[in-house]
């Protein structure tokens, strides 16, 4: 079965700290890969996506990520974190092609907490 | 004005009770689904429906229904709660198609006591 691991449980970071949050994956076949993030007391909005091409793909608020067929990750990055990035970041796989039936599988998330 | 709505946001009852969760989304999507986040952040499907039909049924008890009368609405009934029932349910919407992308409502915290 598909799954999707995140290795940073929490990361604490000052403002202006880089930010790299780690995100695999386990399916062979061809995927689409996601980040959500979720703000205190908001809902799950997409930072960014990767469908096909550019294996580096930007997001909002200055996000980008790195997919790297040969390891299955997909990595988060930003250079110089806010306070104002302080939220829960979810990575998320969807099977593509012929097996896409719309299904996100989720990892279990990374908590960012971003010091003044 | 926002494009997935739950309610109740915040739920609290009694084991053995039934209660419903509704869900509507006004982006004009075709595909709704439920997702079930447990105590350690898991966000695991439930159910899809594609224009009111079943798409994805993830062996979730049959004490779970989802009802969806029109393909803006994805309501979740449950029956006979039991505590390990006590977690955040996300609604979600997307277009049909394969580069679609889902969008989430914010959550309802379901406790049973």
């Known amino acids: 079965a598909q799954s999707v691991s995140q290795h940073n449980h929490h990361v604490i970071l000052s403002e202006a700290a880089s930010l790299e949050l780690g995100c695999n994956y386990s399916?062979?076949?061809?995927?689409?890969l996601f980040w959500y993030v979720q703000y205190p007391g908001q809902h799950l909005q997409l930072l960014l996506k990767?469908?096909?091409?550019?294996?580096l793909v930007k997001g909002i608020k200055g996000f980008e990520a790195e997919f790297i067929k040969s390891k299955f990750s997909f990595n988060l990055r930003k250079p110089s974190v806010q306070w104002s990035d302080t939220a829960e970041y979810f990575c998320?796989?969807?099977?593509?092609?012929?097996?896409?039936?719309?299904?996100?599988?989720f990892g279990q998330g990374t908590t960012l907490q971003v010091k003044p | 004005d926002t494009a997935v709505s739950q309610t109740p946001k915040y739920l609290v009852t009694q084991m053995g009770n039934d209660k419903s969760i509704k869900c509507e989304q006004n982006?004009?999507?075709?595909?709704m689904y439920w997702y079930k986040q447990d105590s350690k952040k898991f966000l695991k499907i439930m159910f899809s429906?594609?224009?009111?039909?079943?798409?994805i049924n993830e062996t979730v008890p049959n004490r779970f229904s989802p009802k969806s009368p029109d393909k803006a609405h994805l309501n979740l009934h449950i029956n006979s709660l039991e505590l390990g029932d006590s977690a955040v349910y996300f609604c979600a919407s997307s277009q049909k198609g394969g580069k679609n992308i889902q969008y989430f409502g914010a959550g309802t915290r379901l406790s049973v006591l």
């Open positions: 998320a796989v969807k099977v593509a092609g012929t097996g896409d039936t719309g299904k996100l599988i």
């Open positions: 399916y062979g076949g061809t995927v689409n």
């Open positions: 982006l004009g999507h075709d595909t």
């Open positions: 990767y469908f096909s091409g550019d294996p």
């Open positions: 429906y594609n224009n009111k039909e079943l798409i």
